[in-house]
C-alpha cells in the first residue's frame, strides 16, 4: 500500500521548510462494536505504541477511563501523560486488524494520533520514502 507524506501549510513560511511540512500522516478508520470513525494518524516510529484522542474513542463508544492505565511521555523533559489501553479494530487501505491502543485527553489540539511500534510498526514492514513524498507500508506474514 502506497500513502502521500501529507503536506501541512505553515502559519509563517520559514527559510528551513519554506512555506509547507511533509509529515508520514494517513488516514486510518478506528472501529469499536458497530461503530467507527475516519481519523488523521502519524506514523512515529520513535513511539513505542499507538496514541489516539480520547474524543474518537468516545466517538466509535468507549468508555475511556475504564481501559487499563498507562503513563507515557516524549519529547518534552514533561512526563506523566495518563491514557488508557483499549482493545479495537484499525483499518488502513484495505486492512483490517485488532489491536490495542491508548486513548488520551492530553493529545495536543489540532495534533494527530500517533501509530507507534506496538500496534502499527509490529503489523507492517514501513518504508518512508521523503524525497518522493510516500510511505509504502506492507503487511508482515505471521
Do not use: N, W
Not at 503536506?7 to 469499536?32: N, Q, T
Request: charged share 25%; with cysteine.
Amino acid at each position: 500500500m502506497k500513502f502521500p507524506y501529507r503536506k501541512l501549510p505553515l502559519i509563517e513560511p520559514s527559510a528551513f521548510f519554506g512555506a509547507k511540512i511533509i509529515k508520514p500522516i494517513i488516514s486510518i478508520k478506528v472501529r469499536y462494536g458497530t461503530r467507527d470513525v475516519d481519523y488523521f494518524t502519524l506514523i512515529d516510529s520513535g513511539a513505542d505504541f499507538c496514541i489516539f484522542d480520547a474524543e474518537i474513542g468516545e466517538a466509535v463508544g468507549i468508555a475511556i477511563e475504564r481501559g487499563e492505565q498507562i503513563e507515557f511521555g516524549g519529547i518534552q523533559a514533561r512526563t506523566g501523560s495518563i491514557g488508557y489501553l483499549h482493545d479495537i479494530t484499525i483499518s488502513v487501505g484495505g486492512l483490517t486488524y485488532e489491536t490495542r491502543v491508548a486513548f488520551s485527553r492530553e493529545i495536543a489540539e489540532h495534533g494527530f494520533g500517533i501509530l507507534g511500534q506496538k500496534g502499527f510498526f509490529d503489523i507492517f514492514s514501513i518504508t518512508f520514502d521523503y524525497q518522493k513524498e510516500e510511505i509504502i507500508l506492507k503487511e508482515k506474514r505471521k
